[in-house]
């Protein structure tokens, strides 16, 4: 299994979530024992030295790959949640995506304070999601080391979003077509 090997196993869905939008599909992936093992392994190789203290996950796919490396590296895991789903005292903030608004949230005592974290998501697009997260964990004390996803859409602007930051993606897509 290598990097460009994932890439024939992401399931593509044509017009979803609306007309003239693909959707990359991880589940592919997931039920895939080989590919989805490789990832987290991936990942490990990657950033095992990277000094990282915590892993963040963003909800709901992030945390699919945030997780088991959060276990795998024996680090905490923290969740980024839509909005509404956490009890207690939050950090929240609003973000747009390429087709809609959004909203996300942490606990803000399970941010670790001057902590270095690794942010994970499966999908990076125009990057608001993540950017959104990024700047709560700041927000919450925490230092944003570095940033992934699985896949990179290198046709929107992720990377101008999270200038400043490494970000990293095992598969980059161009703008490919819809047919």
């Not at 299994?1 to 007309?19: E, F, G, H, S």
Request: proline fraction near 4%.
């Amino acid at each position: 299994m290598t990097d460009k090997d994932l890439n024939a196993i992401i399931r593509r869905v044509p017009n979803y979530p609306k007309k003239g939008i693909v959707f990359y599909d991880i589940t592919s992936l997931l039920a895939n024992a080989e590919a989805f093992s490789y990832v987290i392994d991936r990942m490990i190789e990657i950033y095992k030295d990277k000094g990282i203290e915590a892993i963040a996950g963003a909800d709901a796919r992030g945390f699919l790959f945030a997780a088991p490396l959060a276990y795998k590296m024996k680090l905490p895991f923290i969740p980024i949640r839509k909005a509404g789903k956490l009890p207690g005292v939050t950090l929240k903030a609003s973000y747009t995506l390429e087709y809609g608004k959004g909203e996300v949230e942490v606990h803000a005592d399970d941010v670790p304070k001057g902590k270095n974290i690794l942010m994970v998501d499966d999908l990076l697009a125009t990057g608001g999601t993540l950017r959104t997260s990024v700047e709560l964990l700041e927000r919450g004390g925490a230092v944003v080391k570095e940033v992934f996803a699985l896949i990179g859409l290198t046709f929107l602007p992720y990377k101008e979003r999270l200038k400043g930051y490494n970000v990293t993606t095992l598969i980059d897509f161009d703008n490919e077509k819809i047919k």
